[in-house]
């Protein structure tokens, strides 16, 4: 079983504002898409650029959002390509679950 080996999960670090109707459109693929993989493989880091906590997120990403990331890697930006999410989650599952074994 996949969470079994699967030690640490992945972290998707989602950008995103209230306010942003693109960024509700892309909670309603991305969390559903990361519940169809195994239990714990991979974590969902939403992170509010608008909060004076975030501001170097602001000046990052204030025309962009949403922005999800995994690591240094963008895997979606303003809309997401719903195949492509899920070939990049696949790829980075896979890629991690190999580096563990190693």
């Not at 969470?3 to 992945?10: D, L, M, T, V």
């Amino acid at each position: 079983m996949l969470s079994k080996i699967i030690k640490s999960p992945i972290v998707i670090r989602f950008f995103s504002r209230p306010s942003c109707s693109l960024c509700q459109d892309a909670k309603e693929i991305v969390y559903p898409a990361v519940e169809n993989f195994p239990e714990g493989a991979f974590k969902i880091n939403e992170i509010d650029i608008d909060l004076d906590s975030n501001k170097e997120y602001y000046d990052r990403f204030k025309n962009d959002v949403p922005v999800g990331m995994i690591e240094k890697k963008v895997i979606f930006k303003h809309r997401i390509d719903e195949d492509k999410l899920y070939f990049d989650l696949e790829t980075m599952l896979r890629d991690q679950i190999k580096k563990e074994k190693e």
